[in-house]
């Protein structure tokens, strides 16, 4: 009778939550209840309160409960003893960061949830690197390091995500040291447009020879990594200017080109051509292809740079972005503006969903490790 008390003690005190490694207090009300499930007095029976003495009585002296000691006008109840060990108690996990990034963010402020993803990115990105880094604008190196889909609730565009302080300041107060630590450095969007005499156009605009094919690129960063490599690669381009594309100030700009173009006297090479490198999203196939009227009203064609967005689709990352397709058709009018090719099959599906290739995912590291990309440029 004793064991079968004990069992129903221990399923009443976990139906009401006993952990089973702490005392648990059981008053005699519950007591008698316990008993009462496993044990009916008959007619003759000697009363519930001696049976139930009886049976506490050798549970205690077995060591598995203990007896209250009594109070004047208060039955005694009893401790149900623990049945298992407390577990470890478990202390704040120490994020072990890589040793230069923890050197650069050991005396900051206690970080928020969305820094400590942020940290943790940046220590996998450090500890995965193999051989040298090239030094490569930030956002192209905010793509890479944030670009994963692991990391795309807290850094939906990821590749703007290191601009500002805008997911918390103990990153950047030394913001030098970190750009030095990720090997990155920050890239201003082009302003002026109109050369003069006085300039170098080799050192101080993005005129680049006397071609007559006017490249004009959606994002400053990979703006940047085109202009450096063009200027590394002389005379093996006809690209006589590169623009940046202003967003969807695009058409207008378009128009202005016989302004600007030759705006400093010089007698120069007319362009032909137009050739264009965005993001891979809704807008950034809009931009382009309602600018083409405006193209052809000034005698030039506006074509797509098909191997940059081939490689793009190649090796970069889709990831959700802010807007998709209305409908399938939609996007199939979009996506064949970039020309037939195998390599833009997926990119319907990936608009459907509402997803994107950033233009930063070929940066300067792709830009610099092939030259097939300058099939383009001829």
Known sequence: MSEDLLESLHRWAESRRWNGYQTKQVRVPELLEALRAVYRAGPDSEPEEETLRRCLAVLAASGRIQLMREKAGEPPGIHLLPVRAAPEPRGRRLTLHHPSLHALIKEQRRATPRQEVAYMAISNWLHALRGPVLKVPLRERALEIFGKREYTTEFPEPEKCLDHKGFGGPLFEKRADFYKLIWAFSTDPPLLNARFSRFSPGDQST?????????????????????????????????????????????????????????????????????????????????????????????????????????????????????????????????????????????????????????EGVGLRHLSSTNDWLADMR
Do not use: M
């Not at 690209?239 to 940046?244: D, E, F, L």
């Not at 939609?330 to 509402?354: M, R, T, Y």
């Open 207 to 359: 005129s680049l020879s006397s071609g007559d094919i006017l490249l004009v690129v959606e994002n400053s960063a990979t703006y940047t990594s085109l202009v450096r490599r063009l200027r590394e690669l002389e005379y093996q381009h006809r690209i006589g200017c590169v623009a940046w594309g202003v967003g969807r100030s695009f058409t207008a700009s378009v128009r202005s080109i016989t302004t600007h173009h030759g705006a400093d006297g010089h007698a120069r090479a007319q362009f032909r051509e137009i050739r264009y490198f965005g993001d891979v999203d809704v807008s950034g196939l809009e931009i382009p292809l309602k600018a083409t009227d405006a193209a052809v009203g000034l005698g030039l064609k506006l074509v797509p740079t098909r191997v940059l967005y081939r490689d793009l689709v190649t090796v970069g990352t889709p990831l959700p972005g802010k807007e998709c397709s209305r409908t399938r058709e939609e996007a199939e009018a979009l996506v064949n503006w970039l020309g037939e090719s195998h390599h833009f099959e997926p990119v319907v599906d990936v608009l459907v969903k509402g997803e994107r290739w950033a233009q």
